[in-house]
């Protein structure tokens, strides 16, 4: 079969012929559709995810859409240990596979569910989120944060604040659901003052982007609260502009947060799994849209390093 194979972290992978994947016990083979390339698989192509153990060769590729052997066309993430998604075939754990609606499209579900399932599973799993409560999506700009703002409005946000830089895509969160948009760009202390002033009393912080801009987002937000005893869950989900940030003790004992994450781990499989089919549902009846850019697997290696439209999710795709 083909796939795109890595050879080294410091290159692109390149479409090579490679041995097909054995199904070990519990697994069923799969013919690939389409796989997302989300900024989880490049860090694992790269060797910087903390999961990476530094063997080459790899696939990468952490979910997609196949075939079983059946004919059933699923969407499935890939399992601990297996080969990546971005190769002819692929293998299958059924419990980590959930068939796809009909009318489903394929490129779309490859791009949009790991973005999607992000906040849909940390709104569901993570808190006891209400109808009504105000939320701050910090990093809306990308395309979970994108996500998590339509999300929180079809969850029953009240309020949705959606912070971000690029103004491009700011400007198209209002129409998908935004009450308000703040912008992170430009003088840091105007920025921490409109979107204190804007998420002061929000209930639940989505966090895309941990680092420098959460370490100031914490106290704008913070002390500004109206009753600082009021709960505020602080989710880290995504990590855009740092793995680390320095906490001040004080930002803990001036207001009731809750800081948490949400991710593999923190919530289990079987959990994550049983959201996919309502999160799925949702995409195909278009309450939630995705931007996709299909690319023939053929041509990964060109398609990984080329510049993509900020908030549009490369799938790579196989052709029957
Ligand atoms: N835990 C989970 O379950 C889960 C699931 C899916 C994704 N994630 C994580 O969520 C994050 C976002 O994923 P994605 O698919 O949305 O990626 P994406 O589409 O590539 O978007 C990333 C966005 O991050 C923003 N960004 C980068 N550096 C920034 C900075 N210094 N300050 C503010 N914004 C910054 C950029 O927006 P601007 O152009 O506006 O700067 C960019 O659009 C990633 O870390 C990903 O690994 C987590």
């Known amino acids: 079969m083909h796939a795109a194979v890595v050879r080294s972290f410091d290159r692109p992978p390149r479409f090579e012929e490679f041995a097909v994947p054995v199904p070990g016990e519990g697994r069923l083979p799969v ?3 389409a796989a997302g390339l989300h900024p989880r698989v490049r860090s694992g192509a790269d060797g910087t995810h903390y999961t990476s153990d530094g063997r080459l060769p790899l696939i990468p590729g952490v979910d997609g859409v196949g075939r079983l052997p059946d004919g059933q066309v699923v969407y499935f993430v890939a399992g601990d240990g297996d080969p990546g998604t ?3 075939r692929s293998v299958v754990d059924p419990r980590r596979a959930v068939p796809l609606p009909d009318g489903a499209d394929p490129v779309t579900i490859a791009a949009a569910m790991n973005p999607a399932m992000s906040s849909w599973v940390a709104l569901r799993r993570r808190i006891a989120f209400r109808p009504g409560q105000g939320v701050l999506v910090l990093g809306a700009t990308g395309n979970a944060g994108r996500m998590a703002v339509q999300i929180a409005r079809h969850l029953g946000a009240g309020r949705v604040v959606a ?4 103004p491009e895509r700011l400007a198209l969160l209002d129409g998908l659901g935004a009450t308000d ?6 003088d840091p202390d105007q920025a921490d003052a409109r979107l204190g002033e804007a998420a002061a009393d929000v209930d639940v912080v989505l966090d895309y982007t941990w680092g420098g801009p959460t370490e100031r987002a914490l106290p704008a937000v913070l002390t500004r609260r109206a009753d600082r005893s009021a709960p505020l869950d602080w989710i880290e ?3 855009m502009a740092g793995r680390e940030i320095t906490l001040p003790s004080a930002v803990l004992r001036a207001a009731a947060l809750r800081l948490m994450g949400s991710g593999q781990g923190s919530v289990t499989a079987r959990g994550i799994v ?11 009846r278009g309450t939630l849209t995705a931007d996709a850019r299909p690319v023939p697997l053929a041509d990964v290696e060109e398609a990984w390093t080329a510049p993509v439209e900020p908030g549009r999710r490369l799938v790579l795709t196989v052709s029957a």
């Open 86 to 88: 971005m190769a002819e």
């Open 237 to 239: 989900i995504g990590s």
């Open 274 to 284: 049983a959201e996919l089919p309502g999160l799925m549902a949702e995409l195909t």
């Open 163 to 166: 912070a971000g830089r690029d």
């Open 181 to 186: 948009v703040v912008s992170l760009a430009g």
């Open 31 to 33: 013919e690939m559709i």
